[in-house]
């Protein structure tokens, strides 16, 4: 059998297994699995670099897939390579199995990437690609490697292209070889009655290098790939075009391709036939989930040679090692995840009384150079949320040069969280994105996806309410720390809080808020930091070692044996209580403060501690800046909240505070209205 036969065959079982799981699941996607059969096979058996008894291997190639309908391409090329056995193909989209409808990451079993939402999957791509660079520019080009994206219409489609786009290109990330599966077919109509861009001079327009090709034609993916693997200056853009459906056949026998219908309908259930399909594509209708015997043997063939070529690889790591002991060693602290175990928080000075963004920008400004992995990105807000505390200490990434910590993701908040999670899921690095908490709404598609994926990205959002003033109702974050509560209540697949939600009171809690970001490995972090300056919570003692309470969730800040109420709030308004409890206090009503920096660890803890921070026997009370429901379930039945039922305005801060009812004194007096006195 010639090696063109071989390919053939190969790529012919990829497309009965792609048919036979959608129909025997009754649901999915097939006719772009089907198109894409032939790139896959070639990337995966002649171009991508990967230890087949080693999954987890960090040099290895990444495949990144965009368009997760496509999962039965991508779990039926794993399943050639032996990475899932053949009832895992079976089981597709059912309870328990590990073929689910739409790809989530599985490092051990070959998948790089959680993908489904368009557009997502090849952000994280670009991200990855950028962490690998930036390995590559700390420890030597040993360690070279590519990332491949597979990208469908949907994807080019989504507005967040176009940040990866433009990023990609400028950077010069020549390591981000992509494929556009262009098979003119979108799930309900044809391409042609929604766009008539011309893709790859929008691509070449972003500084991409691009080529136009067969994408169902051996020869001409192989000499693309070839060239894309050559380039040494940008981006590498291969449009393919491919057939929706290839393969398929009506009940006569004849071809049944290129079909709207094969997108997102079983083949049984459009005009082919499935039967004459399998059976035409050399499959078994008794038993199609079968590996042709002969492409089983292709497969071994093909893994016996990734090996020798894995054995050169890791014999070039080895010798750089022995060579490069103390690099090493970094390098392999790099890929824990971990920050050094010399960074002394308490030991990072703040000044008082400032907006905890500054109090941000200061730790920043600390961990520069000591946390050399950290890659800190701004979508052009550098400057407000202060992320420069750490770009003033560090290089920027320019293109071609990657030697650096900081990204100017310009305005595409979208697409530099995405990328985030690319960077991330690469590994080797701590990703950080900065910009207004109003922004954060675009930002959610991505960190609904790093808490998916059980991610470590750190999210900054400053200007946090209503006292972003002048700015108006556009920008004065209302209902936005509710949503992120929300996610502190959404479990990940382990059964954890699927993210980690940090609004601090002081500069101290700050500096710990922090503290606890680059600790948390398991999940994303938001900090949740504001514009304005806030006057810091008074302490006895030291009020850093105070601040460590917050680790908990949530701490007494003042205690009163005979206190009437407990006041209880997170951010500025900590603050505002204290203001308000001096006050109170002038009246001969105690009060117990509660500074609540992440409601969802606070209810991790042990119930003894929570009663004892949160006395249910007495009143509570309850400010925010937000949503009243931020804090609804923290006051129980019988407490209460004040907080924003409405959207902002535009003034000043301070005179928002007195119209909204946020002074101290207008507190004291919502206190008392609630105690009846």
């Not at 997760?68 to 009832?87: D, F, W």
């Not at 990332?147 to 990866?164: K, L, M, R």
Request: charged share 25%; proline share 4%; net charge negative.
């Amino acid at each position: 059998m010639s090696n063109h036969q071989k390919d053939q065959r190969a790529v012919d079982n990829i497309r009965v297994l792609s048919g036979a799981m959608v129909e025997k699941a009754k649901s999915g996607h097939p006719g772009g699995a089907m198109g894409g059969a032939d790139y896959i096979h070639i990337l995966y058996s002649e171009f991508l670099k990967f230890d087949p008894d080693d999954t987890r291997w960090p040099f290895r190639d990444r495949f990144f897939l965009d368009p997760g309908h496509m999962s039965p391409m991508l779990y039926s090329q794993l399943y050639l390579l032996g990475n899932y056995a053949k009832e895992d193909i079976a089981n597709f989209r059912q309870w328990g199995s590990v073929t689910p409808g739409h790809p989530e990451v599985d490092v051990e079993r070959g998948v790089e990437n959680t993908s489904g939402p368009l557009g997502q999957g090849h952000a994280m791509g670009a991200g990855a690609a950028l962490a690998a660079k930036f390995l590559g520019a700390k420890f030597g080009g040993w360690m070279n490697h590519k990332v491949y994206a597979f990208i469908s219409d949907g994807g080019i489609q989504e507005e967040i292209s176009q940040g990866v786009g433009r990023i990609a290109g400028y950077l010069k990330l020549n390591n981000l070889i992509m494929f556009y599966d262009s098979n003119d077919v979108q799930l309900s109509t044809y391409t042609n009655e929604v766009t008539a861009e011309d893709t790859a001079k929008k691509y070449e327009a972003w500084g991409w290098k691009v080529v136009s090709i067969d994408g169902n034609d051996h020869d001409q993916i192989r000499k693309a790939l070839t060239e894309a693997n050559a380039e040494t200056e940008k981006p590498f853009l291969i449009i393919g075009k491919t057939i929706m459906g290839k393969g398929c056949k009506d009940a006569d026998g004849n071809p049944y391709e290129g079909q709207s219908e094969l997108h997102g309908k079983p083949i049984g259930a459009t005009k082919a036939s499935y039967e004459k399909t399998i059976e035409g594509l050399g499959g078994s209708l008794e038993d199609p989930f079968v590996i042709f015997p002969d492409v089983a043997e292709t497969y071994q063939e093909i893994l016996t040679r990734k090996r020798a070529e894995v054995k050169a690889e890791k014999a070039k790591e080895a010798e750089w090692r022995a060579a490069n002991p103390e690099l090493s060693a970094k390098l392999d602290h790099f890929l824990t995840g971990k920050i050094p175990a010399d960074i002394d928080f308490s030991a990072i000075p703040q000044k008082a009384n400032v907006a905890s963004r500054d109090a941000s920008a200061a730790v920043m400004g600390y961990l520069a150079g000591k946390v050399e992995n950290l890659i800190v990105a701004s979508a052009d807000l550098a400057n407000s949320d202060k992320t420069d505390g750490y770009l003033k200490n560090v290089k920027a990434f320019t293109p071609g040069e990657f030697d650096a910590n900081f990204l100017h993701a310009g305005v595409c908040e979208f697409s530099m969280a995405a990328m985030a999670n690319g960077m991330a899921l690469h590994g080797g690095v701590i990703p950080v994105v900065g910009t207004f908490f109003i922004f954060s709404d675009y930002q959610k598609p991505a960190y609904r996806l790093s808490s998916l994926m059980e991610l470590p990205v750190i999210y900054l959002w400053t200007h946090d309410a209503f006292r972003v003033g002048e700015d108006g109702p556009t920008h004065q974050p209302i209902e936005q720390e509710a949503q992120l509560r929300l996610m502190e209540q959404l479990k990940n697949h382990k059964g954890k809080r699927s993210m980690l939600a940090l609004r601090p009171a002081d500069t101290a809690e700050t500096t710990v808020a922090w503290k606890m970001a680059l600790e948390n490995t398991e999940t994303p972090t938001g900090l949740i930091l504001s514009r304005q300056g806030i006057t810091d919570v008074p302490s006895n003692g030291d009020r850093y070692q105070d601040a460590l309470q917050a680790e908990k969730g949530a701490y007494v800040v003042k205690s009163s044996a005979d206190a009437a109420v407990t006041l209880l709030a997170n951010g500025s308004e900590v603050s505002t209580l204290v203001e308000a409890a001096a006050l109170l206090e002038k009246d001969g009503i105690n009060v117990n403060i509660v500074s609540v920096i992440s409601e969802g660890l606070f209810r991790d803890q042990p119930a003894d501690y929570q009663r004892s921070v949160l006395d249910s026997s007495k009143p509570v009370f309850g400010l925010t800046a937000g949503l009243p429901v931020t804090l609804a379930q923290l006051v129980g039945a019988n407490g209460t909240v004040f907080g924003l039922d409405h959207f902002g305005y535009s003034a000043p801060a301070g005179v928002l505070d007195e119209k909204f009812g946020f002074t101290g004194a207008q507190v004291y007096g919502e206190v008392k209205k609630y105690l009846g006195k």
